[in-house]
């Protein structure tokens, strides 16, 4: 381990044991650096002791979604949301998911929620322009009403033959891509080989106030970054 990143790690390890709310830090931090195994130790110990904070669940959620155990990773994000409404990062994940499943328009509205507590997020930006921009071009483009109308649009002429030879490749495409549609469906239920520790995700009446560090349990972790 480089001297830097292990020096770093020794003062966020001993940040954690002087106060365990740092275990969502010190869990990432680990993540980060590649040490998923004790990471995932860190996280499953000590989540259950603050279950009025959300890093924990979005730590977890994060390393699930980079083993690609989405169905889990989806249940700690959303998890997250339920203690902290905006949180950004949970719905950027949210919406990535959605994109993984092919559910567009789910998709667009998570990132629309996410621009209300994030209106500068660029990405978030973009993905909404695009979407603009498609649709303008769905709504500018006018189908021809039938197979022999584009015909004669494109000035082709084909014979009986022909045609049934398009149409038998075309259907073979779709069947491929209905296919590799219900492949990726299926890798999304991937995650029976990984335990995941109990969570209570009920929410209490003095959870803003739980979920707040200090200012100065926030400057010290500014002060790693």
Excluded: H, W
């Amino acid at each position: 381990m480089n001297p830097s990143v292990k020096k770093t790690a020794g003062k966020i390890e001993k940040l954690f044991k002087e106060d365990k709310r740092f275990f969502g830090f010190y869990a990432d931090y680990l993540s980060e650096i590649g040490d998923k195994g004790k990471a995932l130790k860190i996280l499953k110990e000590n989540i259950n002791f603050f279950p009025d904070y959300s890093t924990g669940e979005l730590v977890l959620g994060e390393i699930f979604f980079k083993l690609k155990k989405f169905d889990q990773a989806e249940m700690l994000f959303k998890g997250a949301l339920k203690k902290d409404k905006t949180c950004v990062k949970a719905l950027k994940y949210l919406a990535g998911l959605e994109e993984i499943k092919g559910n567009k328009n789910e998709q667009l509205e998570i990132i629309k929620e996410l621009l209300r507590y994030d209106p500068f997020d660029q990405d978030a930006k973009n993905i909404i322009q695009l979407n603009d921009n498609d649709l303008s071009m769905s709504l500018d483009y006018e189908e021809p009403e039938s197979v022999f109308e584009q015909t004669a649009v494109c000035e082709i002429s084909e014979d009986s033959e022909g045609m049934e030879e398009k149409v038998q490749d075309r259907d073979s495409k779709e069947k491929l891509s209905v296919q590799t549609t219900k492949d990726t469906l299926d890798k999304l239920d991937s995650s029976d080989d990984i335990e995941i520790p109990e969570i209570s995700f009920a929410g209490k009446e003095d959870s803003i106030e739980k979920n707040k560090f200090s200012e100065e349990v926030l400057n010290k972790e500014k002060s790693f970054s």
